[in-house]
């Protein structure tokens, strides 16, 4: 399995609190994506990282940000989570210096906004 | 319209059977085609990379058809253990390394 770890694998926190979630990599891939899964929705793309302090936007940002420091971490902040924000976070990562290549999945992060 | 559609089943199968699922996209330009399989609150695997010219893994097949712009996945001989949720994943076509899934696909083998 590809070495990639996320933490808290859960989360219970109040709204209006900040989160931060993290994705850590051992394999050096050089794009980084974060997933928020919910029902009836599949993956839904949250922000992703070209290149350490290269990030981009996805489908579903709004209140969501990343940062990307070294190529082994990215990190998801909630500013002030809502309860809408509840939901299985997702990181992923791909690119191991050919093109299109497939995304490796942490085990998730469940995080319950109360 | 969505960028990937799939069709949310469930599709119900006794064991031996043949299932196949479709899957269509949006943008012209993608250029990477997969299918991830997903158990139940586990996180996506890649089952398979979906070529131009086809290709099978066992007793799993995958095509490919640009000009109607859809993915096909072919489950011969389902198993029990093939029960799962399976995601059509496509790369944006306008930056290859962002990937789009579908909603999924759920599959459940009977015996």
């Known amino acids: 399995d590809a070495g990639i770890t996320q933490s808290p694998r859960h989360k219970v926190t109040e709204t209006g609190t900040p989160v931060t979630l993290r994705c850590h990599q051992t394999?050096?891939?050089?794009?980084m994506y974060w997933y928020r899964q919910d029902p009836g929705h599949g993956l839904r793309l949250i922000h992703y990282s070209y290149g350490v302090k290269d990030t981009d936007k996805g489908e579903v940002s709004d209140g969501y940000s990343v940062s990307r420091s070294k190529t082994e971490d990215f990190l998801l902040t909630l500013e002030s989570a809502t309860s809408s924000q509840t939901s299985v976070y997702f990181c992923?990562?791909?690119?191991?210096?050919?093109?299109?290549?497939?995304?490796?999945f942490g085990q998730g992060t469940r995080l319950t906004v109360v | 319209r969505k960028e990937v559609e799939q069709d949310p089943g469930p599709f119900n199968v006794p064991e031996g059977a043949t299932v196949a699922f479709n899957c269509t996209y949006s943008?012209?330009?993608?250029?990477?085609f997969f299918w991830y399989r997903q158990d139940c609150r586990k996180e996506p695997k890649l089952l398979m990379s979906?070529?131009?010219s086809g290709n099978e893994d066992g007793r799993f097949t995958a095509q490919l058809n640009r000009a109607s712009q859809y993915i096909s996945l072919l489950i011969r001989d389902s198993k029990l253990s093939d029960s799962a949720t399976y995601l059509c994943v496509v790369n944006g076509g306008d930056s290859s390394y962002k990937l789009i899934f579908g909603s999924g696909t759920r599959l459940l083998v009977r015996p």
């Open positions: 992923a990562i791909s690119g191991d210096g050919h093109d299109y290549t497939e995304a490796f």
């Open positions: 943008n012209s330009a993608s250029q990477s």
């Open positions: 979906v070529y131009s």
């Open positions: 394999e050096n891939h050089r794009y």
